[in-house]
């Protein structure tokens, strides 16, 4: 295949960049030790693996054949170590994380790790929970950074300037 209109029918279907992509190839190439060079008869199919090398979208070929970029949602998490949470907070957490017949079960939903919470308009329903200073100026902070969730994870690192618990 030529190198030449390559692309032609695809575009980024979120930000709606031409080009570059990484795509998952069947072709052939000379390859040596520390390098891969002459490679020919590149071809790709629809279900093969695509991503925009511009912001990062990933798919398959087929889902880059549009014409206008989709208006995908997305929000900003913040991803932070639960070693900043008191014990008490994380039984309320516990306690209240989503239940079928919860009418705030979209706000905490309990995780392997830790806990996603929902940040906009939950301050009240935390402060209702009795939930701690330390962790109420948590939320303001995630709050007012413009995050959209918080992401409690004991694997998530710990945030200079934000109290540390051992439990």
């Avoid at 279900?47 to 511009?54: A, G, H, R, S, V």
Wanted: charged share 25%; aromatic share 12%; with cysteine.
């Amino acid at each position: 295949m030529p190198n030449k209109n390559m692309l032609a029918g695809l575009r980024c279907p979120r930000c709606a960049s031409a080009e570059p992509f990484d795509i998952v190839v069947t072709g052939w190439a000379s390859v040596y030790d520390n390098k891969c060079v002459d490679i020919r008869n590149v071809n790709w199919h629809d279900t093969d693996l695509c991503i925009c090398k511009k912001c990062g979208y990933g798919g398959v070929i087929n889902d880059f054949k549009c014409s206008e970029p989709m208006d995908i949602p997305t929000f900003e998490t913040a991803y932070i170590s639960t070693g900043h949470i008191t014990e008490e907070d994380s039984h309320k957490l516990n306690d209240n994380a989503w239940k079928e017949d919860s009418e705030h079960s979209d706000i905490i939903i309990s995780h392997y790790a830790g806990w996603i919470i929902w940040v906009p308009e939950s301050s009240e329903f935390f402060e209702n929970l009795g939930m701690s200073d330390d962790f109420m100026r948590l939320l303001r902070i995630v709050e007012s950074g413009g995050f959209t969730m918080l992401y409690l994870s004991g694997g998530a690192p710990l945030v200079n300037g934000l109290r540390k618990f051992s439990w």
